[in-house]
C-alpha cells in the first residue's frame, strides 16, 4: 500500500485530566473518503480541531503528504493543502457568497498586498470562486450577502470555501448538521461528486450518509478509536455496536 | 426564495453610487470654503478653524481604517499626532524646516512606532488591544513632558510655518488651506482604495471571522500590522500639519483624551466609510467651537445669569449630545443620512 496523505500517530489532548483524544492513530490513503463517527462527546470535533492545527495537541504526530505538520500554524497547513470546515458555520457574514470564496482563491493567488486595485472586480479571483460555487450549486445565489443566505445554503457555501483553496485534502466537521432532508440531498450529492477528486476526511452523524459515502469508517468513543474498518464491516462489528450504534437506530 | 433574494441585492449598487453624492459635497464644501470665507468679514478665523477641521479629518480618518474596517480600537492613535508634531518642531529647533525633510521624518518615526507597539499590542485582542494602545500613547505623552530641551511640559512654539522647497508659501493662509485640502484628499483617495484592494478585503474579512481567514490561509496578523502601520503614517501627517497650524507642539497633542476624542470623531460620523470620519471630525470641532454660543441663542426664555452658567458650561450639554446621538443614531452621521432612502 502506498504512503497515506495523512497520519496521526499516537495522538493525544487533554484538558487537565479529562482526556479529550486519547491515542490516536488513524491513515487516511490517497483518494478516499474517510468517516469518523461517535457519539456525541466522542471527541470527533477536538481530533479536527487538532488535524487543522486550531488546537495544539499535547502529543503525538500529524503527518501530512509525508510531513510533520504537527506544530504548524492552522494557515501553514492550509498553505500545504488541508483544507477544513467547520460544524458551527463560520462564514463572513457582510460579504457576499461569491466573495467569501474568491478570498479563498485570494489567499493561493498572489500577493494580498496589495493596496491598489478593486478586488471584488478581479476576474482570475471571480471566476474560480463562480466554479467552486457552482460545484456546490450556489451559483444563482453568489451575490446574496452570506448572512441572508439560509442554514443549508451556508453548509455548502462553507464547503465551497473549502474547495477555493484547492485542498489535497478536506477536513469536514458535519456538513450536514441542522439542514433539512432536501438539503443535506445535495450536499450528499456534492460530496459524491467530490471523492473522486479529492481526499476527505468526514465527521458526521447522518449514518446513511456515511455508510453511502464512506470507504472507511473510524468508530471514536471517549476519545478512543475503536474500530477502523469498511462500512459493511463496523455495521457488523460488535463493539460498535455496543458501543454506538446500539444507542441509535440502526440503518 | 430566489427572487427575494434578488430584490434585496438588486438595491446595493445603486445605493453604492447614490452615497458616493456625500464625499463629492464634501470635498467640494472644503474646495468652496476659502471663497466664502473672504465675504464672511472673519476669513482668518473660517480658514483655520476649517484648516483643523481636515487635519482632525486626516487623524479621524486614519483611526477608521484600522477602527472601521479592522475592529482594531487603539486608544492611543494621539501619539502618532504628537510624533508629526513633535518631528516638524524638533527639527524646526535644529534648522531644519522645510517639509521635504519634515514630513518623511515623521512619517518615518510612524511608521516605526506604529510597527514596534503594532507587532507587541496586536498580540492580545479586544480590552487588552484598547488598553496595551492606550500605555503605549502614555508613554509616549510622558517622554514629551519630559524632554526639557523642547519645552517638557510647556511644549514649544515654532518660530514660523515650514518651508515648502526652501520658500515660505505655507505662511499665507489661504495656501496652507489648499495644502492640508490636498492631504485630506490624498489620504482619502489613498485610503478609499486600500479599503477596495485585496489588502482591504482580508483586513475587512479579518474583522468578520478571524478564524475563517485562518482557516482559508491567512495570517491575519501581518495584514493588522500592516494597515496599523499605514494608519499611523496618516495620522503622522496630521500631527505635522496640526504642529503647523497651531505653529506649536505641546504634550497636550497626545493626551488619552485626545485620543478618545479622535474615537469619538470615528463613531459619530459612522464607523468604517472613511468620509464618515471626516464628517464625524468636523461634527465634533464645529460643535466644539459654537455650542456655548448655540446654547445661549436657544436658552433665550431663561434668565441673564442662567444663559451665561450655560454658555460657560456648555460640556455638561456637549457630552450627554454626544452620548445620545451614538445611543440613538445608529450607524453615527452616515447612518443618519443613508437612512431616508433606505425605507
Not at chain 1, 510531513?67 to 500545504?80: A, I, N, W
Not at chain 1, 448572512?147 to 469536514?172: D, F, M, N, V, Y
Not at chain 2, 497626545?254 to 464618515?276: D, K, N, P, Y
Amino acid at each position: 500500500m502506498t504512503e497515506p496523505l495523512l497520519e496521526l500517530r499516537n495522538l493525544r489532548k487533554n484538558y487537565g485530566a479529562l482526556v479529550v483524544t486519547d491515542d490516536v492513530s488513524l491513515s487516511v490513503q490517497q483518494g478516499e473518503l474517510h468517516a469518523i463517527i461517535g457519539p456525541n462527546g466522542a471527541g470527533k470535533t477536538t481530533l479536527i480541531h487538532q488535524i487543522s492545527g486550531m488546537l495544539p495537541s499535547n502529543s503525538g504526530q500529524i503527518l501530512f503528504a509525508g510531513e510533520d505538520v504537527t506544530y504548524l500554524s492552522m494557515p501553514q497547513r492550509v498553505d500545504r493543502g488541508l483544507a477544513r470546515s467547520f460544524q458551527i458555520t463560520s462564514i463572513l457574514p457582510g460579504f457576499s457568497a461569491l466573495e467569501n470564496v474568491a478570498l479563498a482563491v485570494q489567499a493561493r493567488s498572489g500577493s494580498s498586498f496589495q493596496l491598489f486595485g478593486n478586488a471584488s472586480q478581479e476576474k482570475d479571483l471571480n471566476a474560480p470562486a463562480m466554479e467552486c460555487l457552482g460545484e456546490v450549486g450556489l451559483g444563482a445565489r453568489a451575490h446574496v450577502p452570506a448572512g441572508l443566505l439560509s442554514h443549508g445554503e451556508k453548509r455548502q457555501l462553507e464547503l465551497a470555501i473549502g474547495l477555493a483553496t484547492a485542498p489535497k485534502l478536506l477536513l469536514l466537521d458535519e456538513p450536514l448538521a441542522g439542514t433539512g432532508h432536501d438539503e443535506s440531498q445535495r450536499v450528499v450529492e456534492t460530496l459524491r461528486r467530490l471523492k473522486n477528486r479529492l481526499t476527505i476526511v468526514l465527521i458526521e452523524h447522518d449514518m446513511e450518509a456515511v455508510f453511502s459515502l464512506a470507504d472507511c469508517v473510524s468508530v471514536l468513543v471517549y476519545g478512543r478509536v475503536i474500530a477502523t474498518d469498511t462500512p459493511e464491516r463496523i455495521r457488523a462489528n460488535p463493539d460498535v455496536r455496543a458501543a454506538y450504534l446500539g444507542e441509535e437506530e440502526m440503518v | 426564495m430566489t427572487q427575494i433574494a434578488e430584490t434585496q441585492s438588486a438595491p446595493t449598487p445603486s445605493l453604492s453610487t447614490r452615497l458616493e453624492i456625500i464625499p463629492v459635497v464634501l470635498f467640494a464644501a472644503f474646495a468652496a470654503a476659502p471663497l466664502l470665507a473672504s465675504f464672511s468679514g472673519a476669513e482668518g478665523y473660517v480658514l483655520s478653524l476649517l484648516t483643523r477641521v481636515m487635519i482632525f479629518g486626516i487623524a479621524a480618518m486614519a483611526l477608521d481604517l484600522i477602527l472601521g474596517y479592522g475592529a482594531l480600537v487603539s486608544f492611543g492613535h494621539a501619539a502618532f499626532l504628537g510624533l508629526g508634531g513633535y518631528a516638524v518642531g524638533i527639527l524646526a529647533s535644529h534648522g531644519f524646516e522645510d517639509v521635504l525633510i519634515q514630513v518623511p521624518v515623521a512619517l518615518l518615526a510612524s511608521a516605526a512606532f506604529a510597527f514596534v507597539t503594532g507587532a507587541i499590542s496586536l498580540r492580545t485582542k479586544g480590552v487588552y488591544f484598547i488598553m496595551i494602545t492606550l500605555a503605549f500613547g502614555q508613554m509616549l505623552y510622558f517622554l514629551a513632558t519630559s524632554l526639557a530641551a523642547y519645552g517638557g511640559d510647556d511644549g514649544m512654539t515654532l518660530a514660523s510655518r515650514s518651508l515648502v522647497a526652501g520658500s515660505d508659501l505655507l505662511e499665507n493662509d489661504f495656501i496652507f488651506y489648499w495644502g492640508c485640502l490636498l492631504c485630506l484628499f490624498g489620504t482619502y483617495a489613498l485610503s478609499r482604495s486600500i479599503v477596495a484592494s485585496r489588502f482591504g478585503r482580508v483586513l475587512r474579512g479579518t474583522r468578520e471571522n478571524a478564524v475563517r481567514m485562518e482557516a482559508i490561509g491567512f495570517r491575519p496578523f501581518r495584514f493588522q500590522l500592516a494597515a496599523y502601520v499605514i494608519s499611523g503614517m496618516m495620522a503622522g501627517l496630521a500631527g505635522c500639519l496640526l504642529a503647523n497650524q497651531a505653529e506649536f507642539v505641546s504634550p497636550a497633542f497626545m493626551t488619552w483624551q485626545r485620543s478618545g476624542e479622535l474615537i469619538f470623531m470615528v463613531v459619530l460620523g459612522g464607523l468604517g466609510s472613511l468620509h464618515g470620519a471626516i464628517i464625524g471630525a468636523a461634527a465634533f470641532l464645529l460643535l466644539e467651537e459654537f455650542l456655548p454660543e448655540i446654547l445661549h441663542a436657544v436658552s433665550f426664555f431663561l434668565s441673564e445669569e442662567t444663559r451665561a452658567h450655560l454658555a460657560e458650561n456648555w460640556k455638561m450639554v456637549f457630552g450627554p449630545l454626544l452620548i445620545l446621538i451614538v445611543l440613538f443614531v445608529r450607524g453615527g452621521i452616515m447612518g443618519l443620512l443613508r437612512r431616508p432612502h433606505h425605507d
